[in-house]
């Protein structure tokens, strides 16, 4: 997955204004306690990210 699409993805789940704001504040567990921002600093896959994130937020399936 490119980044832009996952920002995309992330735009459209929460919005355009809170999707930045959730990706430098949720710490997430299973991205070894970082944020979004952190694990793709890290050099996290944007697919497993955002796998995260639909995990962790409970994203319907066809959204994702």
Do not use: I
């Amino acid at each position: 997955m490119r980044l832009t699409d996952f920002w995309q993805r992330m735009a459209d789940h929460f919005g355009a204004a809170y999707a930045d704001s959730f990706a430098r504040d949720h710490v997430m567990s299973e991205l070894g306690g970082r944020t979004v921002h952190e694990a793709l600093e890290a050099g996290w896959n944007t697919k497993d990210v955002w796998r995260v994130v639909c995990r962790t937020m409970e994203v319907p399936a066809e959204n994702r």
